[in-house]
């Protein structure tokens, strides 16, 4: 019998230097502090789901490099006892990503390493035991985004592979500037029961801009991207989320759930709040619970990963996160 969950595809190493102001090109700023953390989907996802619920089966399916970040990855993934980590393999040079952060935005510079070697057989299906598989991300895998001819890119033709084996697919993208997503992305959301993207990904992905040259969200969009993301031919639910919250579409139901007031005084970090927030709805799909239930619990563990300058360490447990808007209320509610 199938159970947990697989994390599968891009990993990292996060080197997070905090600065007073991101500088001018040629100008200098000065770097407050330097931290070394886990990254990307596979790393943030599974230890996120691990923190989450200390009993979840989770599968890790990754490369790493022989190489010192390749081990600081596999150590600080080895001190979950819930994580398999025996589809990780060892290969090339590992990924990092270069994070500025000052007091309002983060900037990113990431080293794609070994990522490109990730094919549709780096996954040994026969040896995979989760009922979902979550991959990110779409745009940075290099070989899965080429094109295939019978089921548009090789990610697509993955993620078919695994609804074939009996494996409910999640996927994630990348946000980048670029005009790649219309001819990249909807191939896979054909396989895809779950699609959880941030705004700016659904809007590049379908063609419909959720925001303005202002930066303000145009929440009468979002609706038309909701439909959109599931006419490609998602099959559970589509959802996407913001800041300023996040938007779901089931098939019947559209669905908006406010964002949680954080005070700015808590928080330490915006890194892997989106990858937080798949982590919880995905869990919740898990679960058995609502959209709209796991769309909270969603909102709940994003709100708690802001607590950390890293990716993870803030994220609570399950019943933390269920009991986090009782501390913490709620935005005003968007209507779409």
């Known amino acids: 019998m199938k159970e947990g969950i697989a994390i599968a595809g891009m990993i990292a190493v996060d080197e997070i230097k905090r600065v007073e102001q991101y500088p001018n090109r040629s100008e200098l700023s000065t770097i407050k502090s330097v931290k070394r953390s886990i990254g990307g989907a596979v790393s943030n996802c599974s230890v996120a789901l691990a923190r989450i619920d200390g009993e979840l089966p989770i599968e890790v399916v990754t490369l790493v490099g022989d190489d010192d970040r390749g081990e600081f990855l596999k150590e600080q993934l080895g001190k979950f006892a819930n994580i398999d980590l025996s589809q990780l393999k060892v290969t090339g040079q590992t990924p990092f990503t270069d994070v500025i952060q000052d007091k309002e935005t983060r900037t990113f510079f990431t080293f794609s390493g070994n990522s490109g070697s990730f094919t549709e057989d780096t996954i040994e299906f026969d040896n995979l035991n989760a009922k979902i598989l979550h991959i990110g991300y779409i ?75 202002s930066g303000r969200l145009i929440t009468e969009n979002m609706k038309t991207a909701l439909y959109k993301l599931k006419g490609y031919g998602v099959e559970d639910w589509v959802v996407i989320h913001a800041p300023e919250g996040s938007f779901g579409f089931d098939g019947e139901n559209l669905l908006s759930v406010p964002s949680l007031f954080i005070d700015n005084s808590l928080i330490k970090g915006t890194v892997g709040a989106g990858d937080a927030y798949a982590s919880g709805t995905l869990y919740g799909a898990l679960k058995g ?7 909270k619990l969603g909102t709940a563990a994003a709100a708690t990963s802001l607590f950390e300058e890293d990716s993870t360490s803030g994220i609570k447990s399950y019943e933390e996160l269920r009991a986090l808007p009782k501390a913490f209320s709620y935005r005003e509610k968007i209507i779409i």
């Open 139 to 213: 745009l940075l895998l290099n070989y899965l985004d080429q094109e295939d001819e019978t089921y548009g890119t090789k990610m697509a033709k993955l993620l078919k592979r695994a609804q074939d084996a009996g494996v409910k697919t999640s996927i994630d993208i990348v946000s980048e500037t670029s005009d790649r997503y219309l001819k990249i992305v909807p191939p896979s959301l054909k396989y895809t029961n779950y699609c959880i993207i941030n705004e700016i990904e659904a809007g590049k992905s379908t063609g419909v801009p959720l925001r303005d040259e």
């Open 289 to 295: 619970l609502t959209l709209v239930e796991a769309m």
